[in-house]
Each structure stands twice: as structure tokens, then as C-alpha cells.
């Protein structure tokens, strides 16, 4: 999971096209979740939500955090 988009998301793609093995991505919108206090329950309370929507086997490689 990353907010890094700019720097991760090539990376994925470059991996598909070379046909090499790739691992999920997660991205996150870098304004999506407010900084401070509440930031991390706020977090967990939406990979929960994720996690629980599909099943693992069934989750693309690149998916947006909401």
C-alpha cells in the first residue's frame, strides 16, 4: 500500500511488460486520508473494507485504496 503512485505504478506496468512476476498494488490517493490523530484508524477502517469486499484470490494487482 502507497501513496507513492508516480513512483510505484510504473513500476507495475514495466513488470507486465517484461513479463515479469508482480506483486499487488494498493494504491492511495495522497489527500484520501487526513494526517494527524484519526489518520490510522481511518486507514485500517478502509483496508478492512477492502480486504473483506473480495476475495484475495480474486484482487487485481493494482487497486485503489477508498
Given at each position: 500500500?502507497t501513496?507513492?503512485?508516480?513512483?510505484?505504478?510504473?513500476?507495475?506496468?514495466?513488470?507486465?511488460?517484461?513479463?515479469?512476476?508482480?506483486?499487488?498494488l494498493?494504491?492511495?490517493a495522497?489527500?484520501?486520508?487526513?494526517?494527524?490523530?484519526?489518520?490510522?484508524?481511518?486507514?485500517?477502517?478502509?483496508?478492512?473494507?477492502?480486504?473483506?469486499?473480495?476475495?484475495?484470490g480474486?484482487?487485481?494487482?493494482?487497486?485503489?485504496?477508498?
Open positions: 500500500m501513496e507513492n503512485v508516480k513512483d510505484y505504478r510504473p513500476l507495475l506496468l514495466g513488470a507486465y511488460e517484461n513479463h515479469d512476476p508482480v506483486a499487488p494498493l494504491l492511495v495522497s489527500g484520501r486520508f487526513l494526517r494527524g490523530g484519526r489518520r490510522a484508524s481511518a486507514v485500517v477502517s478502509a483496508l478492512e473494507k477492502w480486504l473483506t469486499r473480495t476475495s484475495a480474486s484482487r487485481p494487482y493494482e487497486d485503489w485504496l477508498i
